[in-house]
């Protein structure tokens, strides 16, 4: 455990490559970044606030499907639309209902609302710890639910022009 000094003198002192140590912090940029661009570590920021939305994530869950259900809805109305279409559905309906169900999200947060979420789209802080952190929590005590050996991986996301394309599922118990 380190508590200041040079980065540099660290990675001599354990005989440790850069992807060899875990640093954890909590300023995504005096921390993480720095630590990810100058040594090539392993980032964990520890984001105490995570608890509350955790918290908030869990108990108003019907909020946040009611808003996914909308904004699916709202893309079935386009998906047979291209442009040569002359057809514009009324989405001012489904438009209201996103703001008011948006509004009541953001309102479980408290006057600051959510720091990770603006309805169902992501806050320029979450997009950032999603690139520059390799692990977050609220807090490092965290780490102890998982043995040494545990390999953490993101999950898999696709991108844009790839989740228009229907997969097949593949059983790993075959």
Request: glycine share 6%; hydrophobic share 40%; proline share 2%.
């Amino acid at each position: 455990i380190l508590l200041s000094g040079s980065s540099d003198t660290v990675c001599d002192l354990l005989g440790a490559k850069g992807k060899d140590i875990l640093y954890i912090g909590d300023h995504i940029f005096g921390d993480i970044l720095k630590s990810k661009k100058r040594q090539g570590w392993r980032t964990f920021l520890v984001i105490p606030e995570l608890a509350q939305e955790l918290h908030v994530w869990t108990d108003k869950s019907a909020l946040f499907e009611e808003l996914q259900s909308l904004d699916i809805f709202l893309a079935e109305l386009y998906k047979h639309l291209d442009s040569s279409s002359n057809e514009r559905p009324d989405i001012s309906s489904i438009q209201r209902r996103i703001k008011k169900v948006t509004h009541d999200m953001d309102m479980c947060y408290g006057m600051m609302g959510s720091l990770f979420r603006s309805g169902s789209r992501q806050t320029l802080f979450a997009s950032q710890v999603m690139r520059y952190a390799d692990l977050y929590a609220a807090s490092f005590i965290n780490l102890l639910y998982y043995p040494f050996s545990y390999l953490f991986r993101a999950a898999h996301v696709l991108m844009p022009h790839e989740s228009t394309v229907e997969h097949t599922h593949v059983d790993i118990n075959e």
